[in-house]
């Protein structure tokens, strides 16, 4: 029983961990200009699930048939996740015609390559639903304090047991003259 609460108590500590790094990630730069973005809406599934976590990194260029994250990216706007399904050139501007997998239609407004914000590298299914939960107030509260919060009580307790204890051997070794 004591063997499962360790392993039990790992993976609380794992899962916490997972989800504060997650969470810190997406306000920290991460080195090569790699961003984590939430994926909102079904328009890529089922190749991307909304609520998945995409990783996005920029390149110089991009191809045909690659998954791009493009659009602003702030409170009121999110940025869009599709597939490249054509490339065009005019006057030195780059511009691509997007699709997403789950749509009929490619999309009206063709994306100029400054607009890009990169190329989808690996995707989380459903963890952004965590994420973004962790960024609410309440959601950080649940998620990240409260963990760390029983982690500390539990680790403070075990303290004052060690100091106890100490404290009991002390005592003992002075009523017996040791």
């Known amino acids: 029983m004591r063997i499962l609460g360790k392993i039990l108590y790992g993976?609380?500590?794992?899962?916490?961990?997972?989800?504060?790094?997650?969470?810190?990630?997406?306000l920290?730069?991460?080195?090569?200009?790699?961003?984590?973005?939430?994926?909102?809406?079904?328009s890529m599934e089922p190749t991307i699930a909304t609520g998945s976590l995409v990783i996005v990194k920029p390149a110089d260029a991009y191809a045909v048939g690659e998954v791009i994250t493009f659009g602003e990216d702030s409170r009121n706007q999110i940025p869009?996740?599709?597939?490249?399904?054509?490339?065009?050139?005019?006057?030195?501007?780059?511009?691509?015609?997007?699709?997403?997998?789950?749509?009929e239609e490619a999309d009206v407004q063709e994306v100029a390559a400054s607009n890009v914000i990169g190329k989808v590298l690996f995707d989380a299914p459903y963890a952004g639903y965590i994420l973004d939960f962790a960024r609410q107030p309440i959601g950080f509260t649940l998620l990240i304090g409260v963990p760390?919060?029983?982690?500390?009580?539990?680790e403070s307790a075990r303290i004052i047991q060690e100091v106890a204890a100490?404290?009991?051997?002390?005592?003992?070794?002075?009523?017996h003259g040791e």
């Open 11 to 26: 993976i609380f500590i794992a899962a916490l961990v997972a989800v504060a790094g997650i969470f810190i990630s997406t």
């Open 28 to 42: 920290l730069p991460i080195p090569g200009n790699i961003e984590v973005k939430i994926v909102k809406s079904g």
């Open 80 to 103: 869009t996740t599709h597939r490249i399904v054509s490339v065009r050139e005019e006057s030195g501007t780059v511009f691509y015609t997007t699709k997403g997998d789950a749509n």
């Open 148 to 154: 760390a919060g029983i982690i500390i009580l539990d």
């Open 166 to 175: 100490l404290r009991r051997k002390r005592k003992e070794k002075l009523v």
